[in-house]
């Protein structure tokens, strides 16, 4: 399954995401300095995340970043450029290709 476009132009694919994070993402953030309630804002409302989305769209990390939010389940915030409902529903499709894979 494709979810969308790499920064070097090739597809991102859920096998992607199932890659090791790189142990050295944090360190390339963009978001380092950044004020926290952008990244993890009071609302859930799409306009509330949108800052935090526009600076991992320009994020080296953010493949590296989105597996670790996804692999260790974090619930608040933005991460690799999605918010919660957003990880929520690829980790739904995660799930449901696992479970097509595994029947
Ligand atoms: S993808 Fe976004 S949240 Fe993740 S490290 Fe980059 S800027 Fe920060």
């Known amino acids: 399954m494709i979810l969308g476009e790499k920064r070097d132009g090739t597809v991102l694919t859920l096998t992607d995401l199932m890659w090791e994070p790189d142990a050295g993402w944090r360190e390339r953030a963009a978001c380092s300095g950044v004020e926290s309630d952008t990244f ?36 608040a915030g933005v991460w690799g450029g999605l918010d919660s409902g957003e990880r929520r529903r690829m980790r739904r499709r995660l799930r449901d290709r696992e479970r097509r894979k595994a029947s």
């Open 40 to 75: 993890f804002p009071a609302s859930e409302e799409e306009y509330a995340a949108k800052a935090a989305k526009a600076i991992c769209a320009e994020c080296p990390v953010r493949e590296a970043c989105l597996q670790y939010a996804l692999s260790t389940n974090q619930a």
